[in-house]
Every structure is written in C-alpha cells, then in structure tokens.
C-alpha cells in the first residue's frame, strides 16, 4: 500500500514537470546530445587502441579530451553568462554536427591518423566547454523553483541511464556498421539537440555577439571569484567538493577494477556487471530524491557525501565480491544525493547572471581533481596497497562531512544565518 502511494506520488511529480513543454524539449534534446557525446568519447578511445595498441597513446587521448576544460572551462562560463544562451547552444551543435561528420569522410577515404583523432577530439571538447555551461544555466529561466529539483533529477537519471544503456548499443553498432560510426549517430544528435532547443520559448534580450575582450573575460572571471570569496556557503560548497571527488577520483576509476582483478580471473565480466548495477541504483534514487527533498540544501549534500564516505570505507574490508557490490550499492545511494544537491545549490545560490561561470567553475574544479586525483595516488600505489589508499579517502571524506555538518548544526557564530538558509 505504502510502496503504491510513492509510486502515484512519483508519477504525479514527474507528469507536471513535463507538462513544462520548455523542459520537456530541454529533456528531449539533451538526452539524444548526452547519448551522442558519450558514443563520440568511446570512439575516440576505441579508435586509438586499434590505430595504436598503446596505453601511452590512449592516454595522451584521454589527456586531449580533458585538457579543454581546463584551459576554456571559465571562459565558457563566462561566454555563457554574455550571450544569448538558446542562440549560442544551437550555433555550436551546427557547428559540430559538420565536423564530426568530416572524420567519417576522413575515414572511408583512409586518411585517418592518430594525429588527426587527437586534433579533433581537443575540437570537440572544446565546444563542450561552452556548450555545456551554457546548457546548465538555461535550465532555472524555464522551470520554476519548486520544479528545480524533480528537473535535476530527471537530467541526472538520463546520464546515469546512458552509462548502463550506452555499452549495449555501442556493442550494436561495433558488431554491425562498426565504431566510425559512432560519429554519424553524433551528428543527427546535434541536429536533433538543435532542433529541441530552437522549440523552446525563452525570452532574451542578449546577442550571440561576443563584444568583451580577453581583459574583459579575466575580469568577468575575477568577480566570479570575488564574489566566491564573500560567500561562505557556496565557498565551502566548492571546497567539499573539491576534497570529495579527489579522494573518490582513483578509488572509482582504478582501485576498484584493481579489487576485483585480485579477486577474480572474471574481472571484466564482473566489473562491467557492478558498473550497470550501480547505474540502476542511481537511477532509482534519482528518481526517488523529488519525492523524499522537496528542495535540496547544504545539509543534504553533505549527508550524501557521508553515505558516500562510508561506501568506500566498507571497501577496505572486502574479502568477497558481494561485499563490494554492497558498498557501490551505498555509494549509489550517496554519490547522486550529493550531486544533485550541488547542482540545486549553485542554481539558488549563485545569482542568474553567474549561473555560466558556476557551472564552468564546478566543472573545471572536477576535472581539476580527477587529474590530480590519478597523478597521486597512482604513484601511492607504488609503496602501500590498495585498501590503505580506500580507508584513507573514505574517512576522509566522512570526516570532512562530519565536520561541516557540525559546523552547521552547533557554531553559535553563524546560527543565524544557517538557521535562515535551511528554512
């Protein structure tokens, strides 16, 4: 009875909030460009490997395609806040649409190099330094508060959806027209996210013309940081998370694979079937947060870093493969109510004309932390084991949590103001 009520309850929530037509072509192109992307990134790897057969190589593309957002990933934030925003997000996916399509025709006439991969996937990165910001900060101008977060959760559950669906028709397409093509599903992808975005009904007054120079844009950065620094709370935002996704950033990416390679001679098999339930624990609570939050707020994201903290802990004690499905099923729980939390936060929080340079910021300060994050500990693994390194980050990270949930809930200093932004 109980479990039927949240379900009417569910589908209730998320039958208004695409009654938003706005969003729902916001949806509608951002899921076919999300899916489209994820393809393009896999082919570019894939390509490689087969071009080269080198981790090195593979590397330096991993490193092309992560070097954009941090050279271009707060100037895009800061182009996203100028510009006019449905204007810009369809000039880069026609701009895009071509470009991806002429490494096909490369293709068939045998004039594709590792050289040329490299160039292109800096050139399509580059784009996404811009689209992506601006993309995010359109989302407050055509939902309303209190849609925010069931609006969040539902863009969050499609990127989770592609990680578990997107392997399957990548494998359908290697199997039958092979992985260049993963470029020409990219294309109609840009063409459909275009056409959804020029549906949407959005009034703005700014030009696509970029009129400010470089000095303009370092100034624009500047009072971005400016106004990070008199902020406490979007401050201390920005520092969890930098501290959370660096002492995460290894232990997903490498030391659970590792786990499992000392485990099992099924490691492949094994990972591959973790990566899609941890896809569907995501899912169901992204769909399930809407329901419980009805707006997100600083303690919320903190409690999800906690879950999180504590997943990686129950890691450091795995002697079977069960207990590790246990602690990414906790970690499933933790991780998206902590993002999701983030992202409502920077929406409320950051005023609407910085919502470009908010989002390139946190975008810039992950990927700024993934590199790190790699760099270090895969020279730690050279001298202490992996459970050390897995103990270390999750209690960090519970720590970290537990401290700033205290300094919430008990300093007297600033109970006034916490008390006004949990309201």
Known sequence: MVIAIINFEVMIMYKKIFQNRNFLRFFLGGAVSQLGDRLTGWAFLFLTIEMTGSALHTTGMVIAETIPYVLFGLIG???????????????????????????????????????????????????????????????????????RTVANSLIDTVSRGI???????AILFINTVGVIHFFTF???????SAFFIFKIQINETKSIVIKKSLVAAYGSIKEFFMWVQKNVQVRNLFTITFIVVFFNTWVWDVGILLMIVELSDKSETIYSTLQGVF?????????????IFKQMNLKTYLYGSLVWGIGIVILTWTTQLYTIFIAIIIIGIGMPMSGLS????????????????????????????????????????????IQTIFLLSGL??????????SRILFSKHSWGNIVHFLK
């Open 163 to 169: 990680s578990v669906l997107g392997p399957f028709i």
């Open 279 to 291: 896809g569907l624990v995501v899912v169901s609570v992204n769909l399930l947060i809407p329901l």
């Open 396 to 405: 960090i990270i519970i720590l970290t949590s537990l401290y700033s949930l």
């Open 77 to 147: 934030g800061v182009v996203a806040d100028q510009v006019n925003k449905k204007k810009l997000l369809i000039l880069i996916d026609m701009l895009r649409a071509p470009i991806i399509l002429s490494l096909v025709i490369i293709e068939y006439m045998n004039l594709l190099t590792y050289p040329v991969l490299l160039v292109f996937a800096f050139i399509i990165q580059s784009f996404g330094c811009f689209f992506n910001p601006c993309h995010r900060a359109m989302l407050p101008a055509i939902t309303s508060i209190e849609e």
């Open 186 to 192: 990219d294309v109609f992808s840009y063409l459909i």
């Open 342 to 385: 983030r992202v409502f936060l920077i929406q409320k929080l950051v005023p609407e004309h910085m919502h470009g340079r908010g989002f390139s910021f946190n975008a810039v300060l992950l990927y700024l932390a993934n590199v790190l994050s790699l760099s270090l500990f895969g020279i730690l693994t050279l001298f202490i084991n």
